[in-house]
């Protein structure tokens, strides 16, 4: 029974001490704003901190993300293009696609100044059809920066997959 009688000496020796000590109004103001501040960081750097392992440390899969509704219908636009089949709507599907894909490299948060820079951040650890993708953004960068470049119906056809793929893996098709 001392302990008893201790632990109680105890909490009462400090709640006399918190009665006769009250801190001036303007520190408790103080201190409230820095415990809402703190619990404010904690929150957003777990947040954080739990996306960066997942995507950038760990090298899991990079799981699914939301993607804006309209994603369907503008893949369903780029098989269209490559149903048509002449040389003009190949390309577009090739460049829409691509850029389909690097809208959802930047919602995923990867940084860069083109795609090509946040394609450099995958790794194949992430994303298993990352070499085809590479593949399917030279032949987009071809088109763009090669006047006259001719794409045939079979190399349209390699990079569409090349981004289903992805976009599968990636769960947003």
Do not use: Y
Not at 27 to 41: D, G, H, K, M, T
Not at 56 to 80: C, M, N, T, Y
Not at 119 to 147: F, M
């Amino acid at each position: 029974m001392p302990f008893q009688e201790l632990i109680q000496s105890l909490l009462t020796a400090l709640e006399n001490l918190r009665q006769n000590f009250k801190p001036p109004l303007f520190v408790e103001a103080i201190s409230a704003l820095l415990s809402a501040f703190f619990l404010f960081l904690i929150v957003n750097l777990t947040m954080r901190s739990n996306r960066l392992w997942k995507i950038h440390v760990a090298g899991e899969s990079l799981g699914a993300v939301s993607f804006p509704r309209h994603f369907d219908k503008k893949w369903q636009a780029i098989l269209k293009r490559i149903k048509r089949g002449d040389d003009a709507n190949l390309k577009l599907a090739v460049i829409e696609a691509d850029t389909l894909f690097d809208s959802l490299l930047r919602q995923m948060d990867f940084e860069g100044k083109d795609a090509g820079e946040r394609l450099e951040k995958l790794n194949g650890a992430q994303l298993s059809c990352l070499e085809d993708v590479w593949l399917a953004h030279k032949a987009r960068n071809r088109i763009v920066h090669e006047p006259g470049c001719h794409l045939t119906h079979s190399e349209a056809e390699r990079a569409i997959v090349a981004f289903e793929k992805a976009f599968k893996e990636l769960q947003v098709l």
